[in-house]
């Protein structure tokens, strides 16, 4: 996996993700850190949007809340849970995460921090 020294995140492939997401989905998690309009428009099946009002996206990134209480579903906080310690955490958007303060860049920052199993798949979505 080739390394994106700006944002400092691993690189996979759109092969790559298809790959792990046919052998197990379950201890995936794909995050696409878009804005809700273009994620309505279009997006990669089984991704979840993480849209959250900007004060929200403050804590998170300044470590006052869990990625975990952001989430209202049930289902998708324990396969967040699950993942934190045997999964993996897929991020996409509009390319690698450049900008420390967007969405891609602050949920990127915390998953490291939290020594959670994050990559970043290449390429504009």
């Known amino acids: ?6 944002c ?5 492939s759109k092969e790559w993700l298809l790959a792990k997401l046919r052998s197990d989905e379950r201890d995936t998690v794909l995050i696409d850190c878009r804005g809700s309009n273009e994620y309505s428009v279009s997006h990669i099946r089984s991704a979840v949007n993480f849209s959250i009002p900007t004060i929200m996206l403050r804590r998170l990134a300044a470590g006052k809340i869990e990625l975990s209480s952001t989430v209202q579903c049930k289902e998708l906080k324990a396969r967040i849970n699950h993942c934190r310690t045997r999964g993996i955490f897929v991020l996409y958007g509009d390319g690698p ?3 420390p303060d967007s969405v891609h860049g602050i949920l990127l920052k915390r998953l490291k921090q939290d020594s959670v199993q994050v990559v970043c798949l290449e390429g504009k979505h």
């Open 1 to 6: 996996m080739p390394m994106d020294s700006e």
């Open 8 to 12: 400092e995140c691993d690189l996979v």
């Open 97 to 99: 995460p450049r900008d």
